[in-house]
């Protein structure tokens, strides 16, 4: 019998559906929506947030519950010996250094690994680290190798509108009303804990190549590797189906290659808004895929 379960958070998209067939066990994220709590995967669809976005609802983000995580955590152990817990990003919510000081209650049964990521990148972090128990690996022996490679990954992202950015603070009101106007599309990436503004560039297929453009970029300068064969290309989109597999197609018509694509985490969606979408590069631990 395996020993090690792997538990991680919804920013992770990672659906309750999915979890199930993956093995692992997900915490479904809080936030609120005119003041009324939801929980991603639970209490409302992707559809219905989006359209209370778009209809002007106030949304904000808040960390989960510490019960929450501690009634997930004990009905996990009644199964398994320990468990490794993977959320997302310290650098982008307090739920990671919460987590980390819960866990010193369960005497090493619980290990919280802090790897600076979050939505796809984090979600294959949890398959990795699923894969790694099922070898038999115990929790800290993950932790440690998921710790090695935590930087082996970028994702960039852009926005539809500045609003979102501007409702979150991380622009000012004037720059998200002349960006508005000019239609500058900011392009963002994330490696690690923060997010970082690479260029500004305007109009959406314009951004979009130069976000093709700096993944390519990144394979040989970033990352030092020979070919894009050594990563997964990963998408996530806060969009209609349809229009999320127009995206996954420019993406492997440009690379030549498969490529994934997520929903955005809502979580994540709160703070980039309707219509956002993100492309990541993620080094392989394995050569064989992994179903991202």
């Not at 609003?163 to 998200?176: D, E, N, P």
Request: proline share 3%; with cysteine.
């Amino acid at each position: 019998m395996e020993k090690t379960a792997v538990v991680t958070d919804s920013n992770s998209g990672i659906s309750q559906e999915k979890a199930k067939k993956y093995g692992v066990y997900v915490l479904p994220m809080p936030f609120y929506i005119d003041d009324e709590l939801y929980l991603e995967g639970q209490t409302i669809t992707h559809e219905e947030f989006f359209q209370k976005q778009k209809n002007g609802s106030v949304i904000y983000t808040s960390q989960p519950n510490p019960y929450d995580v501690t009634q997930l955590w004990e009905r996990v152990l009644k199964e398994y010996e320990e468990l490794i817990y993977i959320p997302m990003s310290s650098g982008l919510s307090s739920s990671c250094d919460t987590a980390m000081a819960l866990a010193r209650q369960y005497e090493g049964k619980v290990v919280v690994a802090d790897l600076g990521r979050v939505s796809v990148t984090q979600k294959l972090a949890v398959l990795e680290a699923r894969r790694m128990a099922q070898q038999g690996l115990n929790a800290l022996e993950i932790s440690s190798r998921l710790q090695y490679v935590k930087n082996e990954c970028i994702i960039y992202l852009t926005v539809d509108h500045l609003k979102y950015l501007k409702q979150s603070g991380r622009i000012s009101a004037s720059s998200a009303m002349v960006g508005n106007v000019l239609n500058i599309k900011p392009l963002l990436y994330l490696q690690g804990e923060k997010v970082e503004v690479a260029e500004k560039v305007r109009g959406d297929k314009a951004v979009r190549k130069k976000m093709m453009q700096a993944v390519e970029r990144d394979i040989t300068e970033r990352f030092h590797a020979g070919s894009l064969e050594e990563f997964y290309l990963a998408a996530a989109a806060s969009m209609p189906l349809e229009d999320a597999k127009k995206l996954k197609d420019s993406f492997e018509a440009y690379f030549g290659a498969s490529c994934s694509m997520s929903s955005i985490p809502l979580s994540i969606a709160a703070h980039l808004g309707y219509g956002s979408y993100g492309l990541a590069l993620i080094r392989k631990m394995e050569k064989q895929a992994a179903n991202i």
